[in-house]
């Protein structure tokens, strides 16, 4: 198995994706399949699903012969990519029946370097997510989102978030204060909400905190609603004009709102 990310940008998102995993989850399973990588990963309190998608186009050789499942710890991954020099590429490549995965960060400025990391035994039952058609999706410049969730967090832990025909409510009301924005369709980059329809659901912001430090994927970050379903919350990975087939994504289980 062997795998090559040389174009630039696709390199700063490979690492900017296992910098940042760890704030999730400390192990993470990756499957190499023919039509390319796939990742998932749960959080110990099974509140928020990670899943990352990348096709094999999306890298410069992509070439695995039969599928391979591993499992790797996210600090070790985490210090390989953080030790890559701008204008490297990123080669990934293990040997049949190998119990080590090896990264090479090559390139014509800095020193080539070169990693192994053992790989792990993780019983994980992947999650088959369904394909589900939400009440409301929400498109936001990802900076933004980002700089919101930040402030709401200094009000409280938990979000509420309000949609109807005309406007976003969004809310954090804590024993310190409250802080509250009202978001016309006007302001986001799209919007679309079933007809009549009202959502308030309540999420937790430390969990939207760390899905926002995943902001640098993308220039924005889409939010998909319904009130009897989880958020989905997504980048896209490849150009803006392109299909969803290569994303990170996260399922966010809603809060129980008290009386």
């Known amino acids: 198995m062997k795998v090559k990310i040389t174009k630039n940008e696709n390199v700063k998102k ?24 796939t990742g998932q990963a749960m959080d110990s309190a099974h509140v928020c699903l990670f899943e990352l998608c990348m096709k094999k186009d999306w890298f410069c050789e992509y ?14 991954f985490c210090k390989m990519v953080e030790c890559l020099n701008e204008g490297q ?5 293990m040997d049949k029946n190998s119990d080590r995965l090896s990264m090479d960060l090559v390139g014509e400025k800095g020193l080539n370097k070169y990693f192994e ?8 039952e992947e999650v088959e997510v369904p394909d589900t058609e939400y009440q409301a999706d929400i498109e936001l410049k990802s900076n933004i989102f980002q700089e919101l969730v930040d402030q709401f967090e200094l009000f409280n832990d938990a979000l509420n978030i309000k949609c109807d025909d005309e406007h976003i409510d969004m809310t954090s009301n804590g ?30 912001l430390p969990y939207l905190h760390k899905m926002c430090m995943f902001k640098k994927l993308a220039t924005s970050v889409s939010l998909h609603l319904s009130n009897d379903s989880p958020m989905k919350l997504q980048y896209k990975l490849g150009d803006n004009d392109e299909e969803d087939e290569n994303y990170l994504r996260f399922f966010l289980a809603s809060k129980v709102e008290d009386d």
């Not at 940042?20 to 192990?27: A, P, R, S, V």
């Not at 591993?70 to 070790?76: D, T």
Request: no cysteine; charged share 25%; proline share 2%.
């Open 175 to 204: 024993e310190q204060g409250k802080m509250s924005i009202k978001i016309d369709a006007d302001d986001i980059i799209e919007y679309a909400i079933e007809e009549n329809l009202k959502i308030s659901l309540t999420f937790s």
């Open 63 to 76: 070439d695995v012969d039969e599928p391979i499942s591993i499992g790797v710890a996210s600090v070790l």
């Open 117 to 124: 990391v053992p790989l792990i035994d993780i019983d994980l």
């Open 14 to 37: 490979f690492s900017n994706i296992f910098k940042n995993i760890g704030h999730l989850q400390e192990l993470f399973k990756i499957n190499f399949t023919k039509d390319g990588l």
């Open 89 to 93: 590429e990123i080669v990934l490549h």
